[in-house]
């Protein structure tokens, strides 16, 4: 049994959720999502609540009950509160910075990176922190993952991109004897 599944999932006001066929529709004030829905799983809108109930009692489909009551909780917050991920740029001469719809990365290679930003994501660079932020939960942080990717924290040093709550553990270096 799923504990995340059994939870109902309360519509707060001025968010609408909507059952098109097999897919899932939620509006709210920041934007709109869309989910397709696993034949597995049942969905129903019922008196402001959100229920998601499984087709059998096999054990994938308990987990894919789960899995989409999150998606909907997700799809249902985010609309509401868009999500939001932090990134600092450490390193001498590293930045960042805006050009036009890409993000423009400096951080030690011959040539600075840019990165078309997707659909749905806003990004803003204040002072080499990259802040990034959507109401898709699974974009914004695939987004700011790539970025992250573009260039690694280093243990020695620290410089590179890391998430702004993130430690990074630093390692001694040679001695000299």
Request: glycine share 10%; proline share 7%.
């Amino acid at each position: 049994m799923s504990r995340v599944g059994k939870q109902e999932l309360k519509i707060p006001n001025g968010t609408t959720v909507e059952l098109n066929g097999d897919t899932v529709v939620v509006k709210g004030p920041k934007g709109t999502l869309e989910r397709t829905l696993n034949p597995k799983v049942n969905v129903s809108v019922e008196d402001g609540e959100v229920k998601v109930t499984p087709v059998d009692d096999e054990l994938p489909t308990q987990a894919l009950w789960g899995t989409f009551a999150s998606h909907i909780k997700n799809m249902i917050d985010g609309v509401n509160d868009p999500f939001e991920k932090k990134l600092e740029v450490e390193g001498v001469g590293y930045r960042a910075e805006m050009q036009g719809s890409d993000l423009v990365l400096n951080v030690g290679y011959s040539h600075p990176i840019k990165m078309p930003i997707p659909e749905g994501v806003e990004v803003s660079v204040e002072k080499n922190v990259i802040s990034v932020s959507g109401p898709n939960k699974e974009t914004v942080g695939q987004f700011a993952s790539s970025i992250r990717s573009m260039r690694k924290p280093e243990p020695y040093k620290g410089k590179g991109i890391h998430y702004e709550d993130e430690y990074v553990r630093r390692k001694q270096g040679k001695k000299s004897v």
